[in-house]
C-alpha cells in the first residue's frame, strides 16, 4: 500500500511509515493511492466466513504488498478475536453490535490491529517505541487494552483528572505491566497540548523512540471496514435482500470514513446515514455545502462532542470529493439530548433493548432517513459501546437499574494505579526522562 498526503506537500510513504508517523508532515491525512475491489466470488461465499476469515480476505487485498500472507494471517487473528453480532430489534431495524471487545467499544477493533501490526514491524526491526497518549475516556481504555503486555511497546496515557467516567479510568489504571496511566490535573487539552510538546520536543526525541496512537493512524482505520462486511455477512445469512443502509454515530468520522472504504471495495450499500449529537458541523455541510467547524458543546454522547471532525477530508475524499457526489453516498441527520433520552427509553419500553446515548443518536438518524424511503430496506445501525459504560445516563433516563456484565463489574473493586501529575510540560517531561 502506499500512501499520499491530502495536503500533497508530503512525499508518499509506505504503508510502515504512515503507522508509525501517524501524521505526514505537512499536517494532512495519509490516504491510500489505490483501493483494491474484492473479487465476486468474495461476495458470493461471505455467508460462510467469520469475521476473522472476512478480516484476512478484505486486509490480503489492502496490504498484500506489504506484509506475506502467512504474518498477515497472525496479525488478523491476533487483533480480531471477538465477533460482531448483528441483532434485529424490530422489523427492518438491526443493531450492529461493536462492543464485543475487551474495552467495550468498537475503538478496540482500531486499537488492536494497530497494535498487531505495529508489533509485527518491531520484531521485524528490532526496534522499542514509547507511545504517548491523551485520552477524555473510551479511546485510552481501547488502547491501554490493545497494546497491553506487547512486547517492544511501553504505552503512556494521559487523562485529565475527574473528567472520565469510573469504569473509564478503571480501564486505564489497572493493568499495569507496560501501561501506565498519569492523572494530570487539567482538561483533556491540557493532556493533548503536553502529548503534542513531547514529540516536538528534541531531549525527548533523542532519547525515546515516540509514537502516537492517534485516532487518524491508518491502521485504526482499516479493521473498522471489517465489520461492514461481517454485518452484510450476517444479513445474508439471515436471508435478507434487502438493499443495506448503515446508519453511524459519528465524532471524528473514522468509522464512516472505513465504511465508504468498505463501500469502495464493492460492498452493496444503498446508503450511508451520518448521525451525530448537536456538535453538527457533518449534517449541515451535507445540507449546505459549506464546512463550518466550530468549537465542541458538551451532550451525553461525550465521545461524538467533537467541533471539527479530524477525518472530515478523508471522509470527503472518499464519498467522491464534489458535494454532489458526496450526498449521493451519505445522509445526515442530528439530534440534541431530549431526543437522545426519549429514543432510548421509547426503544427500551418498546423492546427491551438496551442502548449507549451514541447508539441512540444513531437510531435516530436511521428512523430519520429511512422515513424518507418509498422502498423497504435493511436498516443496520452502528452500535459503539455498551451501554454499561454509560451507566449513570442509562439508569437516569431509564428509570430502571440495568445489568452490568461482569467484565466492567470486575474492574470496579480493582485498584487503580495513576501518577499524579501537573498539567505543565516541564513536569512531564522529567518524569519521562526520570
Ligand atoms: C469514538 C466514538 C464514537 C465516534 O467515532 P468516530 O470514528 O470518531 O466518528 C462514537 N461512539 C463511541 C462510543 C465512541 O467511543
Redesign the pocket.
Known sequence: MILYSTNHQSPDVSLEEAVFRGLPPDNGLYMPHVIPTLPASFFENIDKMSISEIAFEVSKALLSDDISEENLKMIVERAIDFDAPVVEIEENTHVLEL?HGPSM???DFGARFMASLMSYFLQKSQKDIHILVATS???GG?VAQGFYKTPGIKVTILYPTGKVSDIQEKQLTTLGENVTALEVDGTFDDCQAMVKAAFLDKDLSSKFNLASAN?INISRLIP?SFYYFNAFAELKRKGNTKPVVFC???????????GLIAQRMGLPVKMFVAATNVNNAVPNYLKSRKYEPVPSKETI?N??D?GN???FIRMRLLAGDAHEQVVSHIAGDFSDDVATRKAMKDVFDRTGYVM?P??AVAYLGLKSYTDTLSEEVAGVLLS??HYA?FLDVVEDTLGTEVDVPERLSALLSKEKVAIPMSKEFVDFKKYLLG
Open positions: 462492543f467499544a468498537f475503538k475516556g473510551d479511546t481501547a485516532s473498522q453511524v454515530p459519528s465524532g471524528n468520522f473514522g468509522n464512516l470514513s472505513a454522547s465521545a461524538m467533537v471532525p479530524s477525518n449507549c451514541h447508539t459503539t459501546a459504560k
